[in-house]
């Protein structure tokens, strides 16, 4: 069963920059699909940005050039980094995971499932 955990939400002014990571356990192979989904409140979930086995990402149009997946050595522990925050990032962020994808922008859609969610990390950015 694999676990996902997230961490490194928090409050920051726009134009500000927070580094979110997604710590992955149980996993019977190191290589999984993962990805970031985000909600703000009264909004669907949107994707954000995944990384696929290969290593290939995709990100969303919103977050493009702002925003960076990467995955450490050990594909234990996957990051998103996030520069020029603005007002509308703020969401619950939360990690999620597959046994395999592509890595492209389909993998974002809502109709892509995904069997393992971590619980959550808040972003609030203030202007």
């Known amino acids: 069963q694999v676990q996902l955990v997230e961490s490194g939400g928090g409050s920051v002014q726009s134009g500000g920059f927070l580094r979110l990571s997604c710590a992955a356990s149980g996993s019977p192979d190191s290589s999984l699909c993962m990805a970031w989904f985000r909600q703000a409140p009264g909004k669907e979930r949107e994707g954000v940005a995944v990384?696929?086995?290969?290593?290939?990402?995709a990100y969303a149009d919103s977050v493009k050039g702002r925003f960076t997946i990467s995955q450490d050595n050990a594909k234990t522990t996957l990051n998103l980094q996030m520069s020029s925050l603005q007002p509308d990032d703020t969401a619950m962020y939360y990690c999620?995971?597959?046994?395999?994808?592509?890595?492209?922008?389909?993998?974002?859609?809502?109709?892509?499932?995904?069997?393992?969610w971590g619980q959550g990390t808040q972003v609030t950015v203030s202007s």
């Open positions: 990384r696929g086995n290969t290593g290939r990402t």
């Open positions: 999620a995971a597959r046994v395999a994808c592509s890595g492209s922008s389909y993998a974002l859609l809502p109709g892509f499932e995904y069997n393992y």
